[in-house]
Protein backbone atom coordinates (compact mmCIF):
# COMPACT_ATOMS: atom_id res chain seq x y z
CA UNK A 1 0.00 0.00 0.00
CA UNK A 2 1.41 3.23 -1.26
CA UNK A 3 2.10 6.19 1.62
CA UNK A 4 -0.24 8.91 1.08
CA UNK A 5 2.33 10.93 -0.29
CA UNK A 6 3.35 8.71 -2.26
CA UNK A 7 -0.50 8.08 -3.72
CA UNK A 8 -0.56 12.12 -4.48
CA UNK A 9 2.65 11.82 -6.62
CA UNK A 10 0.83 9.09 -8.35
CA UNK A 11 -2.51 10.50 -8.56
CA UNK A 12 -0.60 14.13 -9.45
CA UNK A 13 2.07 11.60 -12.05
CA UNK A 14 -1.31 10.31 -14.06
CA UNK A 15 -2.69 13.79 -14.29
CA UNK A 16 0.79 14.68 -16.13
CA UNK A 17 1.98 16.84 -13.59
CA UNK A 18 5.69 17.67 -14.02
CA UNK A 19 6.46 18.60 -10.86
CA UNK A 20 4.94 15.61 -9.37
CA UNK A 21 7.83 14.33 -11.67
CA UNK A 22 10.23 16.56 -9.85
CA UNK A 23 9.12 15.09 -6.39
CA UNK A 24 9.66 11.64 -7.40
CA UNK A 25 12.91 12.24 -8.13
CA UNK A 26 13.85 14.40 -5.04
CA UNK A 27 12.75 11.88 -2.65
CA UNK A 28 13.75 8.50 -4.07
CA UNK A 29 17.09 9.49 -6.10
CA UNK A 30 19.74 9.55 -3.41
CA UNK A 31 18.17 5.68 -1.74
CA UNK A 32 18.20 4.53 -5.46
CA UNK A 33 21.61 5.63 -6.17
CA UNK A 34 22.99 3.63 -3.29
CA UNK A 35 21.33 0.27 -4.32
CA UNK A 36 22.08 1.06 -7.83
CA UNK A 37 25.40 1.27 -7.33
CA UNK A 38 25.81 -1.60 -5.61
CA UNK A 39 25.26 -3.65 -9.10
CA UNK A 40 27.01 -0.87 -11.25
CA UNK A 41 30.13 0.53 -10.07
CA UNK A 42 30.59 3.36 -12.54
CA UNK A 43 28.78 6.59 -11.28
CA UNK A 44 27.57 7.79 -14.13
CA UNK A 45 26.96 4.14 -15.82
CA UNK A 46 24.21 4.19 -12.15
CA UNK A 47 22.94 8.11 -13.35
CA UNK A 48 22.00 7.29 -16.60
CA UNK A 49 19.87 4.10 -15.31
CA UNK A 50 18.16 6.15 -13.12
CA UNK A 51 17.58 8.78 -15.08
CA UNK A 52 15.87 5.89 -17.75
CA UNK A 53 13.89 4.43 -14.35
CA UNK A 54 12.41 8.12 -14.22
CA UNK A 55 11.71 8.58 -17.44
CA UNK A 56 9.46 5.11 -18.01
CA UNK A 57 7.90 6.35 -15.12
CA UNK A 58 6.69 9.19 -16.85
CA UNK A 59 6.50 8.22 -20.23
CA UNK A 60 3.96 5.37 -18.28
CA UNK A 61 2.09 7.63 -16.00
CA UNK A 62 -1.10 6.34 -17.03
CA UNK A 63 -0.81 3.29 -15.17
CA UNK A 64 0.69 4.89 -12.23
CA UNK A 65 -2.64 4.75 -10.28
CA UNK A 66 -2.01 0.83 -10.51
CA UNK A 67 1.15 0.84 -8.61
CA UNK A 68 0.99 -0.24 -5.07
CA UNK A 69 4.31 0.41 -3.79
CA UNK A 70 6.07 3.48 -5.13
CA UNK A 71 9.88 2.37 -3.42
CA UNK A 72 9.61 -1.40 -4.47
CA UNK A 73 8.10 -0.47 -8.12
CA UNK A 74 11.32 1.93 -8.51
CA UNK A 75 13.46 -0.52 -7.40
CA UNK A 76 12.51 -3.11 -9.39
CA UNK A 77 12.77 -1.30 -12.04
CA UNK A 78 15.78 0.49 -11.93
CA UNK A 79 17.30 -3.30 -10.93
CA UNK A 80 15.87 -4.53 -13.94
CA UNK A 81 17.64 -1.86 -16.06
CA UNK A 82 20.95 -1.91 -13.99
CA UNK A 83 21.26 -5.83 -14.66
CA UNK A 84 20.76 -5.73 -18.25
CA UNK A 85 23.16 -2.92 -18.74
CA UNK A 86 25.85 -5.09 -17.08
CA UNK A 87 24.81 -8.15 -19.34
CA UNK A 88 25.24 -5.77 -22.64
CA UNK A 89 28.57 -4.45 -20.71
CA UNK A 90 29.51 -7.89 -20.48
CA UNK A 91 29.01 -8.40 -23.82
CA UNK A 92 30.47 -5.50 -25.65
CA UNK A 93 34.44 -6.09 -27.44
CA UNK A 94 35.58 -3.61 -25.15
CA UNK A 95 35.07 -6.07 -21.63
CA UNK A 96 36.38 -9.09 -24.06
CA UNK A 97 40.00 -7.45 -24.76
CA UNK A 98 39.85 -6.11 -20.89
CA UNK A 99 39.39 -9.96 -19.96
CA UNK A 100 41.84 -11.25 -21.80
CA UNK A 101 44.24 -12.38 -19.26
CA UNK A 102 41.38 -14.14 -17.18
CA UNK A 103 41.44 -17.22 -14.81
CA UNK A 104 38.69 -19.65 -14.13
CA UNK A 105 37.30 -19.98 -10.62
CA UNK A 106 34.23 -22.99 -10.37
CA UNK A 107 33.41 -22.73 -13.74
CA UNK A 108 33.51 -18.93 -14.19
CA UNK A 109 35.46 -16.55 -15.98
CA UNK A 110 37.04 -14.20 -13.45
CA UNK A 111 39.25 -10.68 -13.98
CA UNK A 112 42.50 -10.79 -13.51
CA UNK A 113 41.75 -8.38 -10.41
CA UNK A 114 43.70 -10.12 -8.14
CA UNK A 115 45.93 -13.25 -7.95
CA UNK A 116 43.99 -16.69 -9.09
CA UNK A 117 45.94 -18.54 -6.88
CA UNK A 118 45.52 -15.77 -3.83
CA UNK A 119 41.89 -15.67 -4.92
CA UNK A 120 41.15 -19.45 -4.41
CA UNK A 121 42.77 -20.20 -1.74
CA UNK A 122 40.84 -17.28 0.50
CA UNK A 123 37.70 -18.27 -1.21
CA UNK A 124 37.98 -21.82 -0.36
CA UNK A 125 39.11 -21.18 3.23
CA UNK A 126 35.90 -19.04 3.98
CA UNK A 127 33.71 -21.46 1.74
CA UNK A 128 34.83 -24.17 4.64
CA UNK A 129 33.23 -22.58 7.01
CA UNK A 130 29.93 -22.18 5.36
CA UNK A 131 26.92 -24.53 6.92
CA UNK A 132 27.07 -28.17 5.44
CA UNK A 133 24.25 -27.38 3.43
CA UNK A 134 25.11 -24.25 2.25
CA UNK A 135 28.27 -25.22 1.51
CA UNK A 136 27.35 -28.29 -0.58
CA UNK A 137 24.65 -26.11 -2.33
CA UNK A 138 27.00 -23.30 -3.06
CA UNK A 139 29.77 -26.31 -4.49
CA UNK A 140 27.40 -27.91 -6.84
CA UNK A 141 26.62 -24.30 -8.49
CA UNK A 142 30.43 -23.51 -8.51
CA UNK A 143 32.69 -26.37 -8.45
CA UNK A 144 30.26 -28.50 -10.80
CA UNK A 145 28.48 -25.50 -12.37
CA UNK A 146 25.07 -27.13 -11.83
CA UNK A 147 22.00 -24.45 -12.65
CA UNK A 148 19.76 -23.63 -9.60
CA UNK A 149 17.18 -26.33 -11.47
CA UNK A 150 19.74 -28.76 -11.48
CA UNK A 151 20.68 -28.64 -8.23
CA UNK A 152 17.15 -28.71 -6.70
CA UNK A 153 16.43 -31.61 -8.68
CA UNK A 154 19.77 -33.46 -7.17
CA UNK A 155 19.36 -32.53 -3.72
CA UNK A 156 15.23 -32.82 -3.81
CA UNK A 157 14.75 -29.24 -2.33
CA UNK A 158 12.85 -26.40 -4.29
CA UNK A 159 14.67 -23.68 -6.62
CA UNK A 160 13.86 -21.26 -4.08
CA UNK A 161 15.76 -23.02 -1.19
CA UNK A 162 18.48 -23.22 -3.60
CA UNK A 163 18.53 -19.61 -4.37
CA UNK A 164 18.24 -18.55 -0.79
CA UNK A 165 21.63 -20.61 -0.07
CA UNK A 166 23.59 -19.44 -2.75
CA UNK A 167 22.44 -15.59 -1.88
CA UNK A 168 23.53 -16.06 2.22
CA UNK A 169 26.50 -17.90 0.71
CA UNK A 170 27.48 -14.62 -1.64
CA UNK A 171 26.63 -12.35 1.01
CA UNK A 172 28.81 -14.39 3.27
CA UNK A 173 31.90 -14.22 1.19
CA UNK A 174 31.53 -10.60 0.72
CA UNK A 175 31.36 -9.22 4.36
CA UNK A 176 34.09 -11.97 5.50
CA UNK A 177 36.76 -11.31 2.74
CA UNK A 178 39.12 -8.31 2.33
CA UNK A 179 37.75 -5.15 0.28
CA UNK A 180 40.45 -5.74 -2.75
CA UNK A 181 38.55 -8.96 -3.59
CA UNK A 182 35.19 -7.79 -3.53
CA UNK A 183 35.21 -6.67 -7.35
CA UNK A 184 35.96 -10.29 -8.06
CA UNK A 185 32.97 -11.92 -5.96
CA UNK A 186 30.74 -9.54 -8.10
CA UNK A 187 31.59 -11.03 -11.07
CA UNK A 188 30.54 -14.89 -9.65
CA UNK A 189 27.40 -12.91 -8.39
CA UNK A 190 27.01 -11.56 -11.94
CA UNK A 191 27.67 -14.79 -13.46
CA UNK A 192 25.16 -16.52 -10.74
CA UNK A 193 22.10 -14.19 -12.11
CA UNK A 194 22.70 -15.04 -15.75
CA UNK A 195 23.33 -18.28 -16.01
CA UNK A 196 19.86 -18.70 -14.02
CA UNK A 197 17.82 -16.31 -15.61
Excluded at 62 to 80: E, F, G, H, M, T
Aim: with cysteine.
Amino acid sequence: MCRDDDQEILTKLASGDTLALVALYDKYWNSLFKYVERILFDDDEVADILQDTFISIWENRADAPKIKSLKSYLIVVARNRAFKRLKDILKSEEVLAEYSSQFEYGGYVISGLVDSKELEKVVNQEIDKLPPRMKEVFLLSRKDNLSYKEIAEKLEISTETVKKQISLSLRYLKTHLPPEYYQSVFILILFDYTKNM
